[in-house]
């Protein structure tokens, strides 16, 4: 059974970027047709997809997200990691990476809550 952990910083302040990254366990991020994704749900708001990297490596991106927004991944430690830049307090929220495969959600973690403060 595949399953996804994300980590990173629970706090970021106002203009810095946000890091992210999740750990892939019980499956390589490189199996074909696989997609890792990175979906965001702000506080009273429904879920927000930010982008996805695919098994090949090609990353993309929602065109809300597309200018401040890098998605990669590392096949060596079964990674892939989000960078969100210049955020603002908008940018707060549950942070989840999921897998998606054959346009059906297969796995998530359990999400993150990044805050956007000074």
């Known amino acids: 059974q595949m399953q996804l952990q994300e980590s990173g910083p629970g706090l970021v302040k106002p203009s810095q970027t946000l890091s992210l990254t999740c750990t892939v366990s019980g499956g390589s991020i490189a199996t074909n047709y696989y997609y890792w994704m990175w979906i965001r749900q702000p506080p009273g708001k429904g879920l927000e997809s930010i982008g996805y990297?695919?098994?090949?490596?090609?990353?993309s991106y929602s065109p809300f997200f597309k200018s401040r927004t890098l998605i990669s991944m590392n096949t060596s430690t079964n990674q892939f990691t989000l960078q969100l830049t210049s955020v603002t307090p908008e940018d707060t929220g549950v942070y989840y990476c999921a897998s998606r495969n054959s346009f059906i959600y297969r796995n998530w973690g359990q999400g993150t809550q990044v805050t956007v403060s000074s």
């Open positions: 990297i695919a098994y090949s490596g090609i990353p």
